[in-house]
């Protein structure tokens, strides 16, 4: 399996179990998943942010682990020189969206951040996020392929149809409880496609 292929089925797994735990999180509010997803969501934008895309590996066939083990940048030098591609930035941007929204509703779930307004956050940052991976465009060496496009349109437009609802289901008026769970089902989703059918042929 091509380095590509790895590292999207590890961040597929990671939005599978973000969702999960956030639907576990809101069926038992009290339970320590409140904890678990936000966290969860910060690792895969972290995991967004500190690579070094420099697209030598992508299409090589490379094992899980060191697929794991390339996540972590070998220069500084080499990420401020990568990180100024319009493709590393989309990615990055996603990132840092993740690791806001990860780290808001990680301190909102342990009561430091009370303040009606910081609702607002999850579904902008999600949309941020989604809009951020949805206009991944293709190019000669990055996503070439239309089927490697589509699976960031999925994903985007999940964070972006995901997002909105949340906005509507935590700042709306009647709240819609129901609507809450459309974001952590959509990373399910979107988690599924990447893990299981981001595969070049």
Do not use: N
């Not at 030098?77 to 990860?102: E, I, N, P």
């Amino acid at each position: 399996m091509t380095h590509t292929e790895y590292v999207h089925i590890l961040f597929g797994v990671g939005l599978i179990l973000g969702g999960a735990s956030w639907l576990g999180a809101q069926r038992v509010p009290a339970s320590p998943l409140r904890f678990v997803w936000p966290l969860l969501v910060f690792l895969v934008g972290l995991f967004l942010v500190i690579p070094t895309e420099t697209q030598e590996r992508t299409y090589t066939r490379v094992g899980l682990w060191d697929t794991f083990l390339s996540v972590f940048p070998d220069s500084l030098d080499v990420w401020l020189a990568t990180v100024r591609k319009g493709h590393v930035l989309q990615h990055k941007a996603a990132g840092v969206c993740a690791m806001l929204a990860g780290g808001i509703e990680g301190l909102r779930g342990a009561g430091r951040l009370q303040g009606a307004h910081w609702r607002w956050a999850m579904p902008l940052l999600a949309v941020g996020a989604g809009l951020a991976i949805g206009i991944h465009g293709g190019t000669h060496t990055h996503l070439p392929r239309v089927a490697e496009q589509a699976h960031h349109w999925v994903l985007g437009g999940a964070l972006v149809l995901g997002g909105l609802a949340h906005a509507r289901a935590t700042v709306g008026r009647p709240p819609r409880p129901v609507l809450q769970q459309v974001l952590p089902v959509l990373m399910i989703v979107a988690g599924l496609d990447l893990a299981l059918l981001y595969r070049l042929r």
